[in-house]
């Protein structure tokens, strides 16, 4: 079985990727992970909810924030999975526009996956993102599962979307272990990747 995760960003997509990494841990199983790395236009903050000088200024601060743990996730991911196991791959592409990100995913039909795992979305404040669920047949599926599950995107692949449970928002600090990662939330519970 081929499996691909579409990492764009978010709690979502951090648990959408531990539950890529523990099925891959089954023999037969090929992960590719596919991070979607967002710049100009496709990187925008979505402010369209908050109307004060001091929650627009919230909104960006907690899309960086998220963004640095994004980072750290996939970068312990990546040291910890990717480098030790040649069933696993990884790779990234650029997107700058809406359009870039819908590009990127219909053309991942080319590869004939048998699986997708993506996450819903709760958590991405970004206006690109924002824009295009306003297109989506099914919103509760999110950008990326809706776009993966439209008739017009040809495959005949299973999409699987997850969506982070509980109050966590955002993953804190980041330790590293030789088999698994710890995620220390910022509200001080752990969140074990095994």
Known sequence: MHILMVFIGGPDDQEALSVA?????????????????LFDEAAEVDTSDHDEAGGL???????EHQKDWD???VSSFRI?????????????KDAHNCDDISRILTDLD???????IVGQGKGRNLLALS???EWSDFPELGVVGDILSANTFGSSSSVLVLQQFGSVVAFGTTKQYTN?????????SENRIV
Do not use: C
Request: overall charge negative; glycine content about 6%; charged content about 25%.
């Open 110 to 116: 080319k590869n004939h996956y048998d699986l997708y």
């Open 57 to 63: 200024l919230s909104a960006i601060m907690d899309n």
């Open 80 to 92: 910890l999975a990717v480098n030790n196991d040649d069933s696993i791959t990884y790779f990234e």
């Open 180 to 188: 698994h990662m710890d995620n220390v939330s910022s509200d001080g």
């Open 71 to 73: 980072d750290d996730y």
């Open 21 to 37: 990494w523990r099925m891959a841990g089954h023999s037969g199983v090929k992960l590719s992970v596919l991070r979607i790395l």
């Open 131 to 133: 824009k295009l669920l």
